[in-house]
């Protein structure tokens, strides 16, 4: 069973999204937020698998929140979901650089929602196609916007095509074929790249391997 917390200060948004989730039989609601301190707070007590995350709340922003669960030890199985109105844009960005594990648009299909919230429970990265795009192009643009990263001097010949595999968006079981190992060796060397660049998760990792050079955005 996958638990899920809510956070959105609009509650006719947070009973819809609690009303699709409960008729799923493998995920449930623990709690709802309604700011980001409130977020902060629930994900503590409930411990929950995924935390759904609004960007703009009273009180406690989404992007200040995503950074107190993220830096929390205790909360270290909790993966925070974006979920935006604004597509990528400057929020976005904080908002990953905080530690978030994925994204998505408040408008997108249902269906797309409990595969996020899947995806982002089991530790993988969740960016929508719309947001991968444009956010590549402003990551290639806009160099500044730099996150934190280690040396990929560190990283192994293995390890560096890893991670070159995981920025262009391949799953495990993709990667693995792609390199002809088995997913378990494969999920060791993106474990391994995370660890040595200091990525809390497959998000961050894909950014850093365009932001690095590695990958580069194809036009």
């Known amino acids: 069973m996958i638990r899920v917390l809510l956070a959105d200060d609009q509650v006719l ?38 935390v759904l995350l609004d960007i703009q709340m009273p009180i406690m922003d989404g992007i200040e929140a995503t950074k107190r669960i993220a830096a929390d030890p205790r909360l270290a199985g909790v993966h925070v979901m974006i979920l935006t109105n604004y597509g990528v844009d400057e929020y976005v960005f904080q908002a990953l650089k905080a530690g978030a594990a994925g994204f998505l648009l408040k408008d997108s299909d249902p269906d797309d929602l409990l595969h996020g919230i899947r995806v982002v429970a089991r530790g993988d990265a969740l960016l929508s196609p719309d947001i991968t795009r444009r956010l590549i192009g402003e990551f290639v643009a806009r160099p500044k916007l730099s996150l934190p990263t280690g040396d990929l001097d560190v990283l192994t010949e293995r390890e560096r095509e890893t991670v070159a ?24 060397h993106v474990s391994r790249a995370m660890t040595k660049l200091g990525a809390r998760d497959r998000a961050q990792l894909v950014v850093m391997a365009y932001e690095s050079g590695l990958v580069t955005a194809r036009r």
């Open 13 to 50: 948004i947070r009973a819809g999204f609690r009303a699709l989730i409960e008729a799923e039989d493998s995920i449930e609601v623990v709690g709802e937020a309604a700011n980001g301190r409130q977020a902060v707070e629930l994900a503590a007590e409930h411990l929950p698998d995924v």
């Open 165 to 188: 595999l995981v920025g262009r968006g391949l799953s495990n079981e993709e990667i693995a074929a792609h390199l002809v190992v088995s997913p378990f060796t494969a999920k060791t």
